[in-house]
């Protein structure tokens, strides 16, 4: 089936494969393309079914795929499964394509048919978020007055695209400019299309064997010919990062796991921006917890990074008070069981696609030391990853 998809699309070098991909991303099908960080390699996964019914809250039991979970789907969390029917591999040697091996002739020649029907555009709905400077003071006061120690507050923009904006284009550029995210492009029904360039890993499992995750927090501007060891940090950064990892350790106890390496925190570049970084790593053989993955997702989602502490009064907050659906800002995203690899992400510096705007999304954490002005400025400067690329 393989040989059939060559013969009917030149598909050996990276400007047939986009033109390929681009005719997918108009169809009924939905697709995935994505870049993981410091790599060179783009992959695509089209998935020929297009009812997208397939959820799956155990990624262990997965074959290829790429999940896609939006913030609200939690507890449990409940991913959006996109098969690996057709996979496409995109690096400097060129274009390898691979097919699923239970992929039947049938669905192949449907595929084949059906790919000049264009699908309609997921319209971005007119919503209007509340005044962001208001709610962050709204959240300070809570802070001070209350049981609520930290919450993460977002907004959005809408801006137009330019004439000829072409989506693949803009993720190779986006890929290019930031090596250390991971770069995605997807294109669902459920959710609409979605391109991002998140810094921040949810969870990863290498080799089947090690489970890893982050803790991100702290944001500042990083200027031109600065060095990452004179990038200096205030109290209330320092805190809001020591309280998302302090998050994740107590969701290791909360599963009595007690053996797992800890680095940080670290000053770490995203695009001109620096946040402070902890790496966590558990050897799932050596712990005896295969489903290590699956846990931590159901635990961790939404992060403190995302929502806020305590986790609960935090999201009653944000649905509260930000008068708008988060839909897939701040869910997770990723590739499943490639080369025996699991790469989750959260959804962040990312913006949702019509066919004449972009919705850029950003939020920052609050706490009882949050300034209402320098939280909406950090907003602004997280914009500016994609802004760079759409304005380029």
């Known amino acids: 089936m393989q ?228 990038v200096a940090w205030t109290q209330k950064e320092i805190e809001e990062q020591a309280m998302v990892s302090r998050y994740i350790i107590d969701c290791f106890k909360k599963i009595r796991l007690r053996e797992f390496d800890e680095i940080g925190p670290r000053t770490v570049k995203a695009g001109n921006l620096t946040h402070l970084k902890t790496a966590f790593k558990v050897d799932m053989e050596l712990t005896n917890s295969p489903m290590l993955g699956s846990t931590m997702l159901e635990l961790l989602h939404p992060t403190s990074a995302v929502c806020g502490m305590p986790r609960e009064l935090a999201d009653e907050f944000i649905k509260t008070h930000e008068g708008y659906q988060r839909s897939l800002y701040a869910g997770f995203l990723g590739p499943v069981r490639f080369n025996g690899n699991s790469d989750l992400f959260v959804n962040l510096r990312c913006m949702q696609l019509d066919e004449s705007k972009a919705r850029l999304y950003a939020g920052a954490g609050i706490t009882e030391y949050s300034n209402p002005e320098k939280e909406y400025q950090e907003t602004s400067n997280k914009m500016q990853t994609m802004l760079k690329v759409l304005n380029a």
């Open 3 to 230: 040989h059939q998809l060559e013969q009917a699309y030149r598909l050996t070098t990276r400007i047939e494969a986009f033109d390929f991909l681009r005719k997918v991303l108009r169809s009924t099908y939905p697709i995935a393309i994505w870049r993981l960080p410091r790599t060179n390699t783009m992959h695509a996964l089209i998935d020929l079914t297009t009812n997208e019914q397939q959820r799956s809250r155990e990624i262990e039991s997965l074959n290829k795929s790429f999940v896609v979970n939006g913030y609200c789907d939690t507890h449990p969390t409940n991913p959006l499964v996109l098969n690996g029917d057709i996979i496409l591999t995109i690096d400097e040697e060129g274009v390898s394509l691979e097919t699923c091996p239970t992929l039947s002739a049938d669905k192949l020649e449907d595929f084949q048919a059906n790919l000049i029907s264009e699908k309609p555009v997921k319209p971005l709905i007119d919503s209007v978020s509340s005044s962001y400077q208001d709610i962050v003071s709204k959240a300070v006061n809570s802070i001070k007055s209350g049981n609520l120690h930290k919450v993460v507050l977002s907004r959005f923009e809408d801006f137009d695209l330019k004439e000829g904006f072409d989506a693949l284009d803009t993720l190779q550029a986006l890929s290019d400019k930031y090596e250390n995210a991971f770069c995605h492009l997807t294109n669902t029904q459920t959710y609409g299309c979605w391109m991002g360039a998140s810094p921040e890993k949810l969870i990863a499992i290498e080799n089947g064997q090690f489970f890893s995750t982050d803790a991100l927090a702290g944001t500042q501007v990083l200027p031109e010919n600065t060095d990452l060891m004179d």
